[in-house]
T-cell receptor, first 112, second 115 residues
């Protein structure tokens, strides 16, 4: 019940296109949903996060869409750039446990 | 810079040896986390420290794994009698306080290879 399933495993997008990564969770008690970006050889960095009381959050070119009834959330990267090429991880957290459960990651490649 | 620092960056050791990994959190961060990242996979939570409270060890995979932290400073993760399945990148993160909506700042990890 602690799983977070992420898809696709890899994604190739043309420069200027929209990248969409999806995650699904099982535990309805999760109350924090962050996305992390990781470049090779580096640790993950927090990109954007959402709580379940809102359906969408936008920061620049990055948007999280959240569907509580479907237990799904997604990351949309608008106007994708080659510099966005990285691995993206979704995660879900339970505040009382102070732990994050991570998805398996999506390797995004943005072609110039 | 003033980010999370981990050492060594790479460690190669023989099966059966003990290894010790170090994490220097961001100054002033009371919460510290250890994660394991196997090749091509997501991060697995290992252990969490918050100030002087008892650590949350619920993610440690076996009794070969242990971690210590003195106050709000350096932490060490120790793996005894290493096995090949311990090969992974071990990541440390710190946050201002132990709340999920406080961003976790990650180090670049220690890449551990067990021969």
């Amino acid at each position: 019940q602690q799983q977070v399933k992420q898809s696709p495993q890899s994604l190739i997008v043309q420069k200027g296109g929209i990248s969409i990564i999806n995650c699904a969770y099982e535990n309805t008690a999760f109350d924090y949903f962050p996305w992390y970006q990781q470049f090779p050889g580096k640790g993950p960095a927090l990109l954007i996060a959402i709580r379940p009381d809102v359906s969408e959050k936008k920061e620049g070119r990055f948007t999280i869409s959240f569907n509580k009834s479907a237990k799904q959330f997604s990351l949309h990267i608008m106007d994708s750039q080659p510099g966005d090429s990285a691995t993206y991880f979704c995660a879900a957290g339970l505040g009382s446990a102070r732990q994050l459960t991570f998805g398996s990651g999506t390797q995004l490649t943005v072609l110039p | 810079g003033a980010g999370v620092s981990q050492s060594p960056s790479n460690k190669v050791t023989e099966k059966g040896k003990d290894v010790e990994l170090r994490c220097d959190p961001i100054s002033g961060h009371t919460a510290l986390y250890w994660y394991r990242q196997r090749l091509g996979q997501g991060l697995e939570f290992l252990i969490y420290f918050q100030g002087n409270s008892a650590p949350d060890k619920s993610g440690l995979p076996s009794d070969r794994f242990s971690a210590e932290r003195t106050g709000e400073s350096v932490s060490t993760l120790t793996i005894q009698r290493t096995q090949q399945e311990d090969s992974a990148v071990y990541l440390c993160a710190s946050s201002l306080v132990g709340q999920l909506n406080q961003p976790q700042h990650f180090g670049d990890g220690t890449r551990l290879s067990i021969l």
